[in-house]
């Protein structure tokens, strides 16, 4: 849980970063807003596609393997066509 915790915590600081901190440094220009915006959405999206990979490698979607001796105990009690 720790590992988690210490990428969970690293990347919102470094996305929050770029997406938070980094609009106020723009300097002044007929563009500014534009750039902020597209600064804070770029670090939101890409915060938000990061966790969704992380979690989904974290806890897969597929279910659990199956040994060869468990797979012959369920063709035993289910019966073979199933």
């Not at 997406?19 to 002044?28: C, H, N, V």
């Not at 939101?44 to 012959?72: D, E, I, V």
Request: charged content about 10%.
């Amino acid at each position: 849980m720790e590992k988690f915790s210490i990428a969970l915590i690293l990347f919102t600081v470094f996305w929050g970063f770029i997406g938070i901190g980094l609009p106020f440094l723009i300097p002044k220009g007929p563009h500014r807003r534009l750039i902020q915006t597209m600064l804070i959405l770029t670090s939101a999206c890409c915060w938000l596609f990061w966790l969704c990979f992380y979690l989904h490698q974290w806890k897969p979607l597929f279910g659990p393997q199956l040994t060869s001796a468990n797979a012959g105990v369920l063709r035993i009690l289910w019966g073979t066509d199933f």
